[in-house]
Structures are given as C-alpha cells and as structure tokens.
C-alpha cells in the first residue's frame, strides 16, 4: 500500500485485522515491526495521529533511528496483557499500511479500555527472567540509523507537525545541554545504592526530591539499584505531581528480558518529552524510585 505521508492531528481508521494480516509476512512483521496481539482491540476505531515515528531513540543504541511510513496514535498503548503483564506501557508503533484516512473523530470513537491485568506480582512470577518478543524489542532491527547533521529531518519534523519551529530550537539546545552536563553521579558514589520504600499508591500526590540529595542514592554509571535516572529528569525536582502506576515488572528494551522493579512508580504527566534528545516522539514513561520522592 502507498504511504499516507500522515501528520500530527490527523484522523485515522485502523483498518480490520484481516486486512493487517495481509500486509504481514510469516514472522507476523511489517519492516520488521510486529503487529502486536494487544493492537487488536484498536482494530475498526477512529483515532487521532499523536505523531510520526520518523526519528526516536531506541535502548541500547547510541544514535537515534529511522523508521519509514509509522506514526504513534493518541495515547495508544501497550498494556502487556500479551507479554507476561509488562507495565512499561509503551505506545504502539503504526505502519501506515496498518490505518486509512478518516473524517474527525469523537470519543465514541475510541476502544473501551484494557481489561484489568491479574495483580502484577502474580504475573511477574512466571515471566521474570523470559525473554520476550515484542515492538520494543524489535525496534533495533526494525529501523536504521540517522545521523544528526542531516537537515532533511529537522525540515521534516516542522513540516508535519511533529514539532514546531521553536520546538525544534528548544530541541537542539536540550540535546546540546544534555551533552555538556557533567556527570551527576557523585564523585564518592557508593558501589551498593540505597533504597526507601514509601509503598505509595495511584493518586497520591508526591514531591520530587532536590537533584543534590538523588545524586546521593546513585552510582558511578547514575543509576539507582541498576535504574537510570534518564537524561531530562533532573529538571523536573521539585515539581509536584500524582502518582499514575506502581511499576513492578518490565521488559527491557535492549534484549527483551523481564526483569522486576521495586519501589518505583510513573508519576501522572511525567512522560519523557523528547527535547533531550532531538525532538524523540516516542513518550515514554519516566519511571521514578521511590527514594527519589516524598510524599506531599
């Protein structure tokens, strides 16, 4: 099927799981992208294109990547109700091939949401330690690297509404930032990190701790019981937010391993922007130790 060339705000079908399995091939991929089991509530709903998938980073890689003819939708993610309960919460990647051109939407429009997951405790049991196959752990292989200096996608990125021209701006000089900062791991880092549980619950309101007293729970590599605290977290201390999800199991990115969390949340409009890294569409969740925050 011909590329749609889809902007940001533009209204989209997904087209019928039939007609996705035909753009499949045997291993269930479009480009490399799997059509995941969890994408077929969407199927025959209306939504509204979030923003192209033209350029995002990818765990493990040390340049962003390009995919060709894929957009993220509206707040369409993956609930991990087909891969062992992950609560990463990942938007999905659409191939174009996979959507049509639509009229304006309602909120009729959209699925109703996931059916509740058995407690993730449970679920985690069994899959901790499995490797797993899915979107995110494709992503490497199904994209190609970009290199910065090449002006066409920055052009690109204005032209179809991925972000505006101050946008982009704002973009470059994080991402330059990001690059210069020292480290923020201390000098004396421990080799073993500390941990505070605060036992918190969806819709509780925390503070997130000043950056001098997290840098003191991290290591030499800035990381908290093997967590990063990721680039673009630090500008949010201070800052008071509500608690959305505990988060006790995840697949992780780069070889799509399950591994259990403890005593880490996301935090309610806390999701990563992108501006550190040129603008990355991808919006994932920030994910939050505990002992990095206190409760309001």
């Known amino acids: 099927m011909d590329a749609l060339e889809l902007r940001a705000g533009e209204w989209v079908s997904v087209r019928s799981e039939a007609e996705i399995r035909a753009t499949l091939d045997a291993r269930g991929e479009l480009d490399g992208l799997p ?12 939504f ?12 493990g890689q040390p340049t ?18 087909a891969h062992g309960g992950c609560e990463r919460g990942c938007l999905f990647f659409w191939k174009e091939a996979w959507l049509a051109r639509a009229r304006a939407g309602s909120d009729e429009d959209r699925p109703p949401g996931p059916e509740p997951l058995a407690p993730s405790s449970e679920l985690s049991e069994r899959a901790i330690g499995r490797r797993f196959y899915c979107q995110s752990t494709e992503l490497a292989r199904a994209s190609a690297p970009v290199r910065w200096w090449n002006p066409w996608q920055y052009a690109r990125d204005v032209m179809t509404g991925n ?17 210069l900062r020292p480290p923020i791991a201390p000098p004396d880092a421990p080799a073993r990190t500390p941990a505070e549980s605060l036992a918190l619950r969806p819709g509780e309101w925390v503070e997130i701790k000043p950056l001098h007293e997290i840098r003191r729970t991290l290591d030499a590599h800035g990381k ?8 673009g977290m630090p500008e949010h201390c201070g800052e008071r937010h509500r608690v959305k999800k505990r988060v006790e199991a995840m697949i992780v990115e780069a070889d799509g391993i399950m591994r259990r969390l403890r005593d880490t949340v996301v935090l309610d ?15 994932n969740h920030l994910l939050w130790r505990e002992i990095w925050l206190r409760r309001v």
Do not use: H, Y
Not at 49 to 58: E, G, I, S, T, Y
Not at 272 to 282: H, K, L, N, V
């Open 224 to 231: 908290n019981r093997g967590l990063e605290l990721a680039p």
């Open 35 to 46: 059509f995941q089991s969890e994408m077929r509530r969407s199927c025959g709903r209306r």
């Open 48 to 59: 509204r294109v979030f923003k192209r998938a033209d350029r995002v980073c990818v765990e």
């Open 269 to 283: 409009e806390l999701d990563c922007d992108g501006m550190c890294s040129r603008g990355c569409p991808r919006k």
């Open 163 to 179: 972000l505006t021209a101050s946008a982009l701006a704002r973009s470059f000089l994080s991402t330059a930032r990001e690059k």
């Open 64 to 81: 962003l990547r390009r995919l060709r003819d894929t957009v993220f939708l509206d707040e369409l993610r993956c609930d991990g109700s």
